[in-house]
């Protein structure tokens, strides 16, 4: 299929479901970027800077609201301060289920399309470093696995890379964002089980 055609059918699965949005609770907002690289279209996840909040972990770019905005002004906000990437809101095709976090944030995954030759670059301060991780690697076979807690409660896991195994929340975003935009299936994931250590 085309970039124009897969395109197409994100914003047409998106415009179709259902989602759910939760009320009150510290808000947050995170971008699920759309962008090809060497003509191969997927999503920019980061890790996190060893130092400061969520030290270490894999994120989506994104962050707490500022006084007056909504999530689509934030999500694209922290997109350009993390990863130095200036979209409008056109740019925006959709969001997934606002999510509750173990951290007590409700954060509103905002997907968007960056067009053709955009290089996202970190910032250092609070991304270690950038991944483009193919939309292809979403779909693939076994993805997402699941493992066992100690309690024997089932554990997501998103097996993206050979050093890349992300859990929920983040993890359950992209399996969102997997099964809505790209698979076309109103899945929710805010049961999900998350890790304790997601909580600092």
Do not use: C
């Not at 997927?42 to 007056?68: D, F, H, M, Y």
């Not at 350009?80 to 944030?105: C, H, K, M, Y």
Request: glycine share 10%; no cysteine; net charge positive.
């Amino acid at each position: 299929m085309s970039a124009a055609g897969e395109h197409a059918r994100m914003r047409a699965n998106l415009a179709g479901f259902p989602r759910r949005e939760l009320a009150g609770g510290r808000r947050a907002a995170v971008a699920v970027l759309v962008y090809e690289r060497g003509g191969v279209p997927g999503v920019l996840v980061a890790k996190r800077s060893p130092r400061g909040l969520n030290a270490g972990q894999w994120a989506l770019p994104g962050g707490k609201l500022e006084p007056g905005e909504d999530g689509f002004a934030a999500a694209l906000r922290e997109l350009e301060e993390e990863a130095g990437v200036v979209l409008g809101p056109d740019a925006v095709i959709g969001r997934l289920d606002d999510l509750a976090t173990s951290s007590a944030f409700v954060i509103t995954p905002v997907v968007a399309l960056a067009p053709e030759g955009t290089r996202p670059r970190r910032d250092p301060r609070e991304i270690a470093s950038l991944h483009h991780v193919p939309l292809e690697r979403l779909v693939a076979p076994g993805v997402p696995r699941w493992a066992r807690t100690p309690a024997g409660e089932p554990l997501l896991q998103m097996p993206l890379r050979h050093d890349m195994v992300i859990h929920a929340p983040t993890g359950a975003i992209l399996l969102q964002f997997a099964e809505v935009a790209l698979r076309g299936r109103a899945t929710r994931v805010a049961d999900l089980l998350q890790p304790d250590w997601t909580k600092h």
